[in-house]
């Protein structure tokens, strides 16, 4: 028999500290699909703050472009050497990758 799969846990509050940091942004509109279309910024905030309410966000400036860019910089500032997940739509990924791309070409 197949012993019952148990959710995870998380040791208490006291043994293990999560500091959330999180950006929102809106990702590059795919090219030849215009009913593609990001939540705002804003909005993610929002429910972040309902969601988590002690985590730390940075909301993109939508008349900026690169938003990624500035995302990118902004956690780098925050956790130098820590752990920095990009998550969210597959549009946001292939930005993610054409960034990538970018510095390949482009080192800073």
């Excluded at 500290?17 to 990702?27: E, P, T």
């Excluded at 279309?37 to 972040?48: A, E, F, Q, T």
């Amino acid at each position: 028999t197949l012993a019952p799969i148990l959710p995870p846990t998380l040791p208490s509050e006291s043994l293990l500290k999560i500091n959330v940091k999180v950006a929102c942004l809106r990702f590059t509109p795919p090219e030849g699909m215009p009913w593609v279309k990001s939540v705002g910024p804003g909005d993610l905030r929002d429910v972040i703050a309902t969601l988590v309410p002690d985590a730390e966000v940075w909301v993109g400036d939508e008349s900026v472009p690169n938003q990624l860019d500035h995302a990118l910089e902004w956690a780098a500032e925050k956790d130098g050497d820590g752990l920095v997940i990009v998550a969210g739509s597959l549009y946001l990924v292939a930005d993610f990758y054409r960034y990538l791309r970018h510095e390949e070409i482009h080192p800073v």
